[in-house]
């Protein structure tokens, strides 16, 4: 096994790519550390093909966003036989649009804030009035692929609400627009462990701003993770359940990471799936792994041995 050649893939060109490389060079050494033959490969605009030449036996994808983890990159590994880590094309694209992930969901009886859609063109203040009689404020506009936080607002009148579609409509293409919900945000990582689907710890997090938003995301002290999760045992239980659930209905591989809210009657909705959770030290699912005995390089390891 250590002998094969592993190319840890990171960089890319999507807004994430900085976070993307911190994930990237902590697996890389992890790997080196462990005694792997790993090599790192900075993607850019121009090289992806490059990755062929390497020869790798197994890339481990540790890119975050658009070009990374939405399925364009696996679809030319598939072409190119090449083996890698973390879900497939059509559970990547699936997971990378939340329009796309929210269907899904619903139809497997998972449950996820209401929605409402609108598509570039359309009527905006018709749409706007529609919302706020359905849901009142606040309501969240999320530009449906981006992730850190891009493109998402949390919006508390009808002005607020027709200027964020607008200046938000342009990622995507289309909106996003969800219920606001109360509570408290949690996340679960899920991965298989042989034949098994396992959950790790439920991660509670609390952020200093008023919505996990990029600032802190990515600034030391501005959010904090609470492992175990300060939630009743029936609710992690049922959390847990629905952590796997979605990760079936998507047909994830590797390690994916749900993101929950519970409201104040503890009620669970799924957020979002991320396929390619951020993997530096201080992240959130090495922050579970690490709650369940699994040491950084333990968990690197796993979802090597389960990709190959
Ligand atoms: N329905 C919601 N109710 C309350 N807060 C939300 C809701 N959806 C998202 N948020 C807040 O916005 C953040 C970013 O939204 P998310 O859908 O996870 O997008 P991203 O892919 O950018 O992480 C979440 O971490 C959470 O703090
Ligand atoms: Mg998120």
Redesign the pocket.
Known sequence: MKNKKILVVMGGVSSEREVSLCSGEAVYKALISMGYNAHRFILDEKNACDIAKEEPDLCVLELHGKGGEDGTIQGMLELMNIRYTGSGVASSANCMN?ILTKKMLVFGNIPT?EFFVIKKGENIRKFAEEVVSAFGFPV?V?APC???????E?VHDIQELEAAIAHNIDYDGEILI??????T?LTVPVMRDGDEMIALPIVE?V?ENK????ES?YTTGMSHHIIPARIPDDAAQSIEAYAKKAYAALNCSGVARI?F?VDAENRP?V??I?TIPGMTATSLVPDSAKAAGLSFEELVEKIVLQAM
Request: proline residues 3%; without cysteine.
């Open positions: 939340k804030p969240v999320k981006q992730g850190s936080s891009v493109g998402v949390i969800e219920k606001f919900i109360k509570g945000e997090i952020s919505f996990y938003d990029f995301k993101d809210f909705y957020i979002e991320n």
